[in-house]
């Protein structure tokens, strides 16, 4: 779940957030200061400091001369945050695996598999996507690996699956999410890396084809 909002900002914070995988906002879309402060309740001061915190976060575009945004990644950072996503995936997946305690982490994890247990490929987008942000955190819990917890939430993997959605792309995550997890219980971090670089490598072979669609829809359009 989401954590509560404790101040103003946060509010602001977790609520674009919260809309962005929702898909009630989306990459693109113009962030309006007084439209902000009235659709959360909320001053114009604590706008601004959320949309830095979102801005370092990789969430809003607040370039000079430019009204913020919500990101859009082009074609070639999706690519990009997906080669880091990789790398990162497989290792929250192998740390996870070698410090697997049954006694201190099963029911863990077997509450996060059974929250993804309950999606399918027709299931929410924002439900499907707190799922999935639960059982990645339940991972990097595992781990242990503060600085890799620091750093795992900032790949812009989110602002990709608003962008590119899929019935085929959310079914394909559920099961490799299920591989993960027994290569964790397992304990057997080799399986866990590889299973982890093969669910990245999956959700790039997708995304890779919904672009080849939109770019194909694009040329069809200008001609």
């Known amino acids: 779940m989401t954590a509560p909002a404790s101040t103003a900002s946060d509010k602001?914070?977790?609520?674009?957030?919260?809309?962005?995988?929702?898909?009630?906002?989306?990459?693109?879309?113009?962030?309006?200061?007084?439209?902000?402060?009235?659709r959360y309740g909320v001053g114009r001061n604590a706008v601004?400091?959320?949309?830095q915190r979102l801005a370092t976060r990789?969430?809003?575009?607040?370039?000079?001369?430019?009204?913020?945004?919500?990101?859009?990644?082009?074609?070639?950072?999706?690519?990009?945050v997906l080669e880091v996503a990789e790398?990162?995936?497989?290792l929250a997946a192998r740390l996870a695996a070698c410090r697997f305690d049954a006694r201190i982490h099963g029911a863990m994890l077997d509450d996060a598999m059974a929250q993804l247990g309950a999606m399918d490929s027709d299931s929410p987008y924002g439900a499907f996507g707190r799922a999935r942000r639960r059982f990645y955190r339940t991972l990097l819990h595992i781990g242990g690996n503060r600085e890799l917890q620091r750093i795992f939430p900032a790949v812009g993997t989110h602002l990709i699956f608003s962008q590119f959605h899929s019935p085929k792309l959310q079914k394909v995550r559920l099961a490799d999410y299920k591989r993960i997890s027994d290569?964790?219980?397992a304990g057997d971090g080799n399986a866990a890396e590889a299973a982890g670089?093969?669910?990245?490598?999956?959700v790039r072979r997708i995304i890779s084809q919904l672009m080849d669609v939109d770019a194909a829809d694009s040329q069809i359009i200008e001609a």
């Open 12 to 38: 602001v914070y977790l609520g674009i957030m919260r809309d962005i995988e929702d898909r009630r906002m989306v990459p693109g879309q113009r962030l309006v200061e007084t439209d902000l402060a009235a």
């Open 48 to 51: 601004r400091e959320a949309m």
């Open 58 to 80: 990789g969430i809003a575009d607040l370039k000079p001369n430019h009204s913020p945004a919500i990101r859009f990644l082009d074609d070639a950072e999706v690519l990009e």
């Open 87 to 90: 790398y990162m995936t497989a």
């Open 183 to 185: 290569a964790v219980a």
């Open 197 to 202: 670089r093969v669910h990245t490598r999956a």
